[in-house]
């Protein structure tokens, strides 16, 4: 009987085994590791071959049984095999990616047990059962497979030389707890040939083959801007930094490709656009003189400018003549919920893993898992590698304690990779050469200076005594903003609008909406808002307030002041009562912020003046604030300890809850679904349906703090304690259209 990698429909195990190999070869050729690519695929599923997994496929063994278990014995030959054929500094690497190709990669030794390593042979899990296994497999129906597949005779593996090769295996993953300081060299090498053969064997089970990538002119980026271009002060200077981008692209190739490389310009400046021209015009241009046709990736911090941008790419496509759909992919936790009825929900999936489109935006949460892993978020890197222009926007918003995580993984990534770190507000997280020209007469748009209100309560005073004005406030907390609007708004004044995260997507991005239409009309509104309008929120105001913040932040809101320098903008700068922003912000960055800026407010400075001061200020940031967190991570990274990097996340959150607000009918029947596809027997088809009604279900979603939430705790949702539930008819309850998510209902009687 022949041999099978799966039933239903029947795919012959050889057949499958060189298709994979094909594919992981074809995705690593490019960055000299094609060998090590074809050898994973070839090996990853060898161990399929015993009679043990045959009869689970034909329903004559239970699912689970340890002797089915295939992916050590592959794993372990493919090593083997390395050896034989002079890539002994892979084995290892070949060893770990195969063995964890159905789940995460793990730290060395806790895959190789320390008795391997005497010479002994463990009697757990997977090695427990490997004796029986290897002996199932000497037979010449597996010489025959191994022959086929180019792989050299397994007798002497099968032999007694497999224990042999888990001994050296152990004894290299034992010499890696020894190293230190050796870089990130391992990490991509393992990780590029894990990305290569979970995206191959992905791939062939879903028959998708990786698409072809297309040219896209870049003019099409000045065709688009001249349709939106408004004449204004700020227009010489946005065509200086348009053209200045520009002309960076005729510096030589090996400057520009791969490379690191800063944009730094004021807000309002028109980054945005400048950095799709150069993108499109590099990739324009890589092509030309080398074949390769790079993708760009652009990142941001948030899902709300990632959709500003998304409508930028999608102008310029159209400006092209080219169709979005097959040009562009938006990748985030929201981004499924578009998708139309009709679509595949599959092929959404495979695009949304692989990026497998000529320009993709995303967030930094996707971008930074596909460098980190450890899980199938690093599907993507080897598609990275290959060939890409990464363009990393508001980089300032990265947290500092990570900053030698962050950019040692930014200096050493591997393959032919320019990033392109871009912000107002420059960290010196990428350290490359600045592409953004000087902008000499760039105008002061806003004064920052400090302002005299103390409390909530005067700052109150002084916004009902000056009446209705376009003016934004930011606040450091929910509790701050909430409170300031409720006071506002019981004296009466008009236009006022709140911002925070306690409002559900769905209406918080209708609110921006209509914030920006009442603004273009010359509404004089007033907006309180937490920190969610700092960064790549297109809104101008004359006049803004702003507890006292990190530097970073303070310009961040001042670029909403006076955006399109129309006269003379104002912030003034609260230094309120109340701890509330060290409880946001921490000590140091609070603290640098006061000593460089402190003195200077007395009397005033403009926004122009305070961006010279950012150098200075990250340097005594880098000096004062942890950043053991950051190094931790990179030393596991190193040393290939992923069970240390086990819930590690970019960004530390406070504990929150996950509460589904029921507001109108499409909110009830996403519910219904969401039970139907519980309701689901069949793992992959519940898995298929929750994974498209989730991000549907984000839309009506809000993640107060958790100890906010259980002072106004809503049911369960479905029964499940870890996701809360807003009825119907109990919505008045727990949440409010304007202010959000109520936690504390004696504030809102």
């Known amino acids: 009987m022949a ?74 030959f493919a090593a083997w095999t390395a050896r034989r054929r002079g890539l002994e500094g892979d084995a290892l690497f070949l060893f770990l990616a195969i063995l964890e190709h159905h789940g995460s990669l793990s730290s060395p030794w806790k895959r190789l047990p320390p008795d391997l390593a005497e010479g002994g042979r463990p009697k757990e899990g997977a090695w427990d059962v490997l004796p029986e296994q290897l002996k199932a497999l000497n037979t010449e129906a597996f010489r025959a497979l191994a022959a086929s597949l180019g792989l050299p005779d397994p007798g002497p593996f099968l032999e007694g030389e497999a224990w042999e090769e ?160 097959a040009h562009l992919l938006v990748h985030h936790h929201l981004a499924l919920a578009r998708l139309r009825e009709e679509e595949a929900v599959e092929e959404a999936l495979a695009l949304q893993e692989t990026w497998d489109r000529d320009v993709v935006v995303t967030t930094f949460h996707q971008v930074f898992p596909a460098l980190v892993g450890p899980g199938s978020g690093l599907r993507p890197l080897h598609a990275l590698a290959e060939g890409a222009i990464l363009i990393l926007d508001e980089v300032q918003t990265l947290p500092a304690e990570l900053w030698p995580l962050l950019r040692a993984l930014l200096r050493e990534l591997p393959g032919r990779v320019t990033v392109v770190s871009m912000t107002a507000t420059q960290p010196r997280l990428v350290e490359g050469e600045e592409i953004a020209p000087p902008l000499p007469h760039y105008p002061a748009r806003a004064r920052l200076a400090w302002g005299e209100a103390r409390t909530l309560e005067a700052l109150a005073e002084r916004l009902l005594k000056e009446g209705p004005r376009p003016r934004l406030v930011v606040l450091n907390t929910v509790r701050e903003a909430v409170h300031l609007y409720r ?126 001061l950012l150098p200075e200020y990250y340097r005594l940031v880098e000096e004062g604030i942890s950043q053991a967190r950051g190094q931790e991570a990179l030393e596991a990274l190193e040393a290939l300890n992923y069970d240390r990097l086990k819930g590690f996340r970019l960004l530390e959150e406070a504990p929150s809850l996950p509460i589904f607000v029921e507001w109108d009918e499409e909110a009830t029947h996403l519910l219904r679904r969401l039970e139907e596809a519980l309701a689901q027997k069949d793992p992959k088809e519940r898995r298929k349906g929750l994974r498209l009604l989730l991000p549907r279900l984000q839309a009506y979603t809000v993640s107060p703090l958790l100890r906010r939430a259980l002072k106004n705790l809503p049911p369960p949702l479905l029964g499940r304690e870890d996701w809360r539930h807003v009825p119907r008819e109990a919505v008045a309850d727990f949440y409010d259209e304007e202010v959000g998510f109520l936690w504390e209902m004696e504030q809102f009687l």
Request: net charge positive.
């Open 487 to 612: 006071r506002l708004k019981e004296e009466g004044l008009p236009h006022l609008h709140l911002l925070t995260s306690h409002l559900m997507p769905k209406h918080r991005k209708g609110r921006l909406e209509a914030i920006r239409k009442a603004l273009a009309r010359g509404v004089p509104l007033t907006l309180v808002a937490t920190q969610v309008v700092e960064a790549g929120v297109d809104l101008d105001f004359q006049e803004g307030f702003r507890a006292f913040a990190p530097l970073e932040s303070l310009l961040q809101t001042a670029g909403r002041v006076n955006r399109n320098a129309l006269g003379e903008g104002r912030l003034w700068v609260l230094d309120l009562e109340g701890e509330s922003g060290k409880r946001v912000y921490g000590e140091v960055l609070l603290d640098r912020t006061r000593r460089i800026l402190g003195g200077l407010l007395e009397g005033g400075l403009e926004d122009r003046e305070a961006y010279r």
């Open 166 to 325: 888990a001994r050296r295996l152990a004894l290299e993953a034992e010499d890696l707890l020894c190293r230190k300081g050796q870089g990130l060299g391992n990490h991509f090498r393992l990780a590029l040939l894990y990305s290569a053969l979970l995206d191959a064997d992905r791939r062939l089970a879903g028959q998708a083959p990786p698409s072809e990538p297309r040219p896209i002119p870049p003019r099409a980026v000045e065709a688009h801007l001249a349709a939106k271009r408004a004449l204004g002060p700020l227009s010489p200077h946005r065509e200086a930094l348009f053209r200045g981008v520009a002309r960076a692209l005729e510096d030589p190739l090996e400057r520009l490709f791969p490379a690191r490389l800063t944009l730094t310009a004021p807000t309002g400046a028109g980054k945005t656009l400048a950095a799709l021209r150069f993108a499109l015009g590099l990739r324009e241009r890589v092509q030309a003189e080398s074949g390769l046709l790079p993708k760009v990736v652009y990142a941001l911090p948030y899902i709300a400018i990632a959709d500003q941008v998304e409508e930028e790419a999608r102008g310029i496509l159209a400006k092209a003549g080219l169709d979005p759909e």
């Open 3 to 76: 041999l099978l990698a799966r039933v239903n429909p029947e795919e012959p195990l050889a057949e499958h085994l060189l298709g994979v190999g094909r594919l992981s070869e074809g995705f690593l050729a490019p960055l000299g590791l094609g060998p090590q690519g074809r050898l994973a695929g070839l090996c990853h599923d060898l161990g399929k071959a015993t009679p043990y997994f045959q009869e689970m496929l034909w329903g004559k063994r239970r699912k689970g049984d340890p002797l089915t278990w295939h992916a050590l014995p592959g794993a372990l």
